[in-house]
């Protein structure tokens, strides 16, 4: 069985490819983290792998993770990897916040009813499943009581009545409404009242009947926690951008509206006289506490069926249903409505229709609003005569028209006053506010348009109030605070004086203070002298980021004068308070001996304090010390150690140097280098290109490594294309790449440059410009440079000059150990060389001195230096045409031979 590596993050690249591909699509998120909850209930053994290709999540996961596979030919290690791609998954998407309530109550209760043999895999869930349930815990407490009474206005509306078998009257009844809601557009009005009643009595089911406020209650909740919640939430038009923060901007008030009916001091529709703002209270009382069971409700008071379902479907109707003073004043108002024309108009006819658009249009006109001007009667007077209406039929219409004006505008006048009174000098209109608005403009019988309207303009008028008040406050703080970087204690007691004088909240006072003294510290960074003296000013009190600043600018000299002693100070101040950043600073200066004696015991002592405060250079840092044994003894296991924690936080120095650590697990290297090659990492990129050998794929690591001038990089790109590995063969390319490398001082492509136009190789032949380059390797200790230096050479001196560079750092090889030897030819000779040692020659270090005289004389006719390349034991290698002697022979000369090998 294989065990969950939690701290792996092996699949944090897909995962967050894919949250950040569907962040806006919260039902991809849901199914696939409920298909990813699913998947670890699949046994970890061959025998399930049968099972497991079946498994619909294992297939969507599947696809999330190992698309580029079949899934029919996966084993069950495949299967396995799934699964830890599966948990890695659900705590991406937790950690980053990305899933509704919803979501995560299915997912936690995936995770806790699995069935998992595994006891190790089995804890390993159990936890997951524990971090989930505290996300929801937190989203819960966030949404508090919004969440719940969305959730139950949903229910009522989407009405899923599946254990209501037992008892068919309850059943009805619900049905009956449902039927109702939806048949009247969701909107059930007076008008269907007398229907509903009609209908119930037809059901057999008699609508004065009672239930208990706790049977009722107790119903509601039960079939909640029944109901599919998160198809529930999905479809909810409360929630269309699955965000709480939109349910509690567009909840309507059925189920709260509700909860009047429910008050202890319920008995009648027609013995209550409540007073509106009593009625309003009491609802946002019950809204406020309902869930908390202390809202002051009888439970045990019955409800009768008829009125339960009317303010069910219509939370409007509460204000009109209630006989109250404002029910009242409508109706004493309809009574004084009058008009003395007998003649009654029926507004269904269209031309009695088109006359009353027509005044009412005239009555919204912009330049004389609610008056019918001189001009607008003679229009008037033609569309009667157009309609054939009397005098007495426009005179009717017009005052239908007026009076409805005036109303409107008597209504919207007293909203704009509730507005003012529910929202104050605070413009945030807050569920509370929400409630009471909604049931205000309810009662006024303003539509949501103009009552949206009206909230706006109040809404403006008290954000430029408050405008006016703050900036005259941030002009008083700025006064105050300008010299000084902060807020004396005088002038605190003067702001406060004025705080109280605005009549400005202090929420409202502290977040002026905190614009103005942001603006001053704006300013002063872009003032250098100013920057240091803020910084003097917050480091003086104590304040740590500031100290740590303050020695930035006397280390850097920025705004004062440089001074490194001072810069010492400031950093240790800071680094006493366990600023990490300090910390880690005074390690590199104790390092460096910037400001201090160099001292590598205390640099490694400050770089693990900074360390163990999580600070990820300083962990890499530190881990150097170990890995080189500066100021610590040298412990590769431990600077392992280091670089590992520096590495799982996304540093590519530290993934880098892991990879070093690794070398002798190649596939360990591979997959470290190809972390901090993935970040742009040049070291790591020309790594991983050796790592790979030649291929494609490190053709690609090294041209990565190369654009960032990695002279490396370049030179084992330009060898590539030199000879075609991985790639195909160009010697443009090959050119382009030596020389970018050559020029950054690279010895082995200065020396191939050489080679490229001593030979005419995509440039032509130059022998001057070869010299050059082979001078520039040779100075830099190239041995291969230095060699055709000396066979390029104009004088003999010169020639033994370059040879004797390489001699002088060789060492000579006994001559049992090779063979050598001249093939004379007509006009080339031939030389041979044979490693007749038991060992591979594996590396090109060897040179042979050759030199030729004629017999019985001192003069030498030939001596030259001729690479070796690497022989294995007993292979025999021929240098070509590597001289020319008139008339040689063994018989007229002899040669002598003298094998090396260079001492790196």
């Given at each position: 069985m294989e065990n969950f590596d939690t701290t792996s993050n092996q699949y944090d690249g897909a995962i967050n490819e894919y949250l950040d591909s569907n962040k806006d699509n919260q039902f991809n998120l849901e199914t696939t983290a409920i298909a990813a909850s699913r998947v670890f209930a699949i046994s970890q053994s061959p025998e399930a792998l049968v099972l497991a290709k079946k498994n619909p999540s294992i297939i969507k996961m599947w696809d999330l993770f190992q698309k580029n596979?079949?899934?029919q030919k996966a084993n069950i290690d495949q299967i396995i990897e799934v699964q830890k791609a599966s948990h890695a998954f659900i705590q991406l998407i937790n950690k980053r916040d990305m899933l509704q309530a919803a979501a995560i109550i299915t997912v936690k209760n995936q995770l806790n009813t699995l069935n998992i043999e595994n006891q190790e895999i089995y804890n390993t869930i159990k936890k997951l499943a524990g971090n989930v349930l505290d996300r929801f815990n937190q989203l819960e407490r966030h949404i508090e009581h919004v969440e719940a009474v969305a959730s139950l206005t949903q229910w009522i509306q989407n009405l899923k009545w599946r254990k209501y078998n037992e008892d068919p009257h309850t059943k009805r009844f619900f049905r009956?409404?449902?039927?109702?809601?939806?048949?009247?557009?969701?909107?059930?009005?007076?008008?269907?009242?007398?229907?509903?009643?009609?209908?119930?009595?037809?059901?057999?089911?008699?609508?004065?009947?009672?239930?208990?406020?706790?049977?009722?209650?107790?119903?509601?909740?039960?079939?909640?926690?029944?109901?599919?919640?998160?198809?529930s939430m999905k479809h909810s038009p409360y929630n269309n951008k699955h965000s709480f923060d939109d349910i509690n901007e567009k909840i309507s008030l059925p189920f709260l509206s509700s909860l009047y009916l429910l008050s202890e001091e319920y008995n009648h529709l027609t013995k209550r006289r409540y007073p509106v703002d009593k009625i309003r209270d009491d609802i946002k009382q019950a809204a406020l506490c309902y869930l908390k069971k202390d809202c002051g409700i009888d439970v045990e008071a019955q409800l009768e069926y008829y009125h339960l379902g009317i303010?069910?479907?219509?939370?409007?109707?509460?204000?009109?249903?209630?006989?109250?003073?404002?029910?009242?004043?409508?109706?004493?108002?309809?009574?004084?409505?009058?008009?003395?024309?007998?003649?009654?108009?029926?507004?269904?006819?269209?031309?009695?229709?088109?006359?009353?658009?027509?005044?009412?249009?005239?009555?919204?006109?912009?330049?004389t609003p609610g008056v019918?001007?001189?001009?607008?009667?003679?229009?008037?007077?033609?569309?009667?005569?157009?309609?054939?209406?009397?005098?007495?039929?426009?005179?009717?219409?017009?005052?239908?028209?007026?009076?409805?004006?005036?109303n409107k505008d008597e209504a919207e006048k007293k909203y704009r006053e509730e507005v003012k009174n529910?929202?104050?000098?605070?413009?945030?209109?807050?569920?509370?506010?929400?409630?009471?608005?909604?049931?205000?403009?309810?009662?006024?019988?303003?539509s949501p348009d103009i009552a949206k309207k009206c909230e706006a303009d109040i809404v403006e008028e008290i954000n430029k109030n408050i405008s006016h008040k703050m900036e005259e406050y941030r002009t008083l703080v700025r006064k105050k605070t300008e010299d000084t970087y902060e807020i004396s204690p005088?002038?605190?007691?003067?702001?406060?004086?004025?705080?109280?004088?605005?009549?400005?909240?202090?929420?409202?006072?502290?977040?002026?203070?905190?614009?103005?003294?942001?603006?001053?510290?704006?300013?002063?960074?872009?003032?250098?002298?100013?920057?240091?003296?803020?910084y003097r000013i917050k480091a003086e009190r104590g304040d740590k980021e500031a100290q740590y600043n303050l020695g930035n600018c006397y280390n850097e000299g920025k705004g004062v004068e440089e001074d490194h002693n001072e810069a010492i100070k400031w950093y240790q101040k800071a680094a006493e308070q366990g600023h990490a950043d300090a910390q880690n600073i005074l390690g590199y200066c104790y390092s460096k001996g910037i400001g201090v004696e160099e001292n590598l015991s205390t640099a490694v002592q400050y770089y693990r304090k900074a360390s163990e405060e999580g600070h990820i250079q300083a962990q890499v840092n530190l881990g150097n010390c170990y890995l080189e044994g500066r100021g610590i003894d040298e412990n590769e296991n431990e600077a392992i150690k280091w670089f590992l924690k520096a590495a799982e936080q996304g540093h590519a120095d530290a993934q880098y140097y892991l990879g070093l650590c690794s070398a002798e697990d190649k596939s360990e290297a591979q997959k470290w280098f190809s972390k901090a090659a993935g970040q742009g990492h040049a070291d790591a990129q020309y790594a991983l290109g050796l790592l790979l050998g030649p291929c494609l794929d490190s053709a690609k690591?090294?041209?990565?490594?190369?654009?960032?001038?990695?002279?490396?990089?370049?030179?084992?790109?330009g060898s590539y294309y030199a000879f075609g590995l991985g790639v195909e063969m160009d010697d443009n390319e090959a050119l382009k790449w030596y020389r970018k490398a050559a020029v950054q001082g690279h010895p082995k492509a200065q020396h191939e440059l050489g080679d490229c136009y001593l030979h005419g190789i995509a440039v032509s032949e130059d022998k001057k410009e070869a010299i050059k380059w082979y001078h520039k390797a040779a100075e830099q200790g190239l041995a291969d440079s230095q060699r055709m230096l000396g066979i390029l050479a104009e004088t003999v001196a010169e020639k033994n000059k370059w040879f004797q560079k390489i001699i002088e750092r060789s060492e000579i090889i006994p001559t049992l150990n090779y063979e050598w030897g001249i093939k004379w030819g007509f006009l080339d000779d031939d030389i041979w060389i044979k490693n007749s040692s038991y060992k591979n020659w594996d590396q090109s270090d060897h040179f042979l001195e050759v030199t030729i005289k004629f017999k019985n004389t001192n003069s030498a006719v030939f001596h030259t230096l001729l690479k070796v390349p690497t022989l294995n034991a007993n292979e025999t290698h021929l240098f070509e045409d590597a001289m020319s002697i008139s008339d040689g022979s063994d018989k007229k000369h002899e040669g002598e031979a003298v094998l090396y090998r260079l001492n790196k």
């Open positions: 596979n079949e899934l009956i409404l449902e039927d109702f809601y939806f048949k009247s557009g969701k909107n059930f009005t007076m008008q269907n009242l007398e229907s509903l009643k009609t209908a119930l009595d037809q059901s057999e089911i008699n609508p004065f009947d009672t239930i208990t406020i706790s049977d009722f209650t107790t119903t509601l909740v039960d079939e909640l926690i029944e109901h599919d919640f998160n198809e303010e069910l479907l219509n939370g409007r109707r509460l204000i009109e249903f209630l006989d109250s003073p404002a029910t009242t004043t409508t109706k004493e108002t309809a009574k004084k409505s009058p008009s003395a024309s007998p003649i009654e108009i029926d507004a269904s006819q269209e031309r009695y229709k088109e006359y009353m658009d027509i005044v009412a249009a005239l009555m919204n006109d912009e330049e019918i001007d001189d001009e607008e009667r003679e229009m008037l007077k033609m569309k009667q005569k157009i309609l054939k209406l009397t005098d007495e039929e426009v005179k009717k219409i017009e005052e239908s028209v007026i009076n409805n004006h005036q529910a929202l104050g000098d605070n413009p945030e209109i807050t569920a509370k506010k929400r409630m009471r608005l909604d049931l205000s403009a309810q009662s006024f019988g303003i005088k002038a605190r007691i003067f702001l406060d004086l004025k705080i109280q004088e605005l009549g400005l909240s202090k929420e409202l006072a502290k977040i002026c203070e905190n614009e103005v003294l942001a603006v001053i510290e704006q300013e002063a960074s872009t003032d250098v002298v100013k920057t240091a003296e803020l690591w090294f041209r990565k490594a190369a654009d960032q001038e990695h002279a490396d990089a370049q030179y084992e790109l």
